[in-house]
């Protein structure tokens, strides 16, 4: 089984960058697609980016593309999430998590499982 841990987090003023990891034991970790999530306080958990198994494919949410880029380093077995032109609404706490199905990738947050604990990402205006 494949479980992600996150790190990276902190305190950014707006307008600047953070790139946050996810590195996940299992053998099989180039095998899954990978997803990054976002909980902001008060408020639901929503998808933000997704990657295939080989980093071919990726997929984000509107309100992120743009600024915000998913990689994979599968030799270190981790996902990277490299944001840019941050913003005070991009606070919140950020998880990753494997895909049910290790060969799609999907905006759905339902098609992922065995989220990590999170980091946490806050943007001072």
């Known amino acids: 089984q494949v479980q992600p841990v996150e790190s990276g987090g902190g305190l950014v003023q707006a307008g600047g960058a953070l790139r946050i990891s996810c590195t996940a034991s299992g053998r099989t970790f180039s095998s899954f697609a990978m997803a990054w999530s976002r909980q902001a306080p008060g408020k639901e958990r929503e998808f933000v980016a997704a990657i295939n198994f080989n980093g071919v494919t990726t997929s984000y949410a509107q309100s992120v593309k743009g600024r915000f880029t998913i990689s994979r380093e599968n030799a270190k077995n981790t996902v990277y999430l490299q944001m840019n032109s941050l913003k005070p609404e991009d606070t919140a706490v950020y998880c990753c998590?494997?895909?049910?199905?290790?060969?799609?990738?999907?905006?759905?947050?339902?098609?992922?499982?065995?989220w990590g604990q999170g980091t946490q990402v806050t943007v001072s205006s």
């Open positions: 998590a494997t895909a049910r199905n290790p060969w799609r990738i999907s905006d759905r947050l339902m098609d992922y499982n065995n």
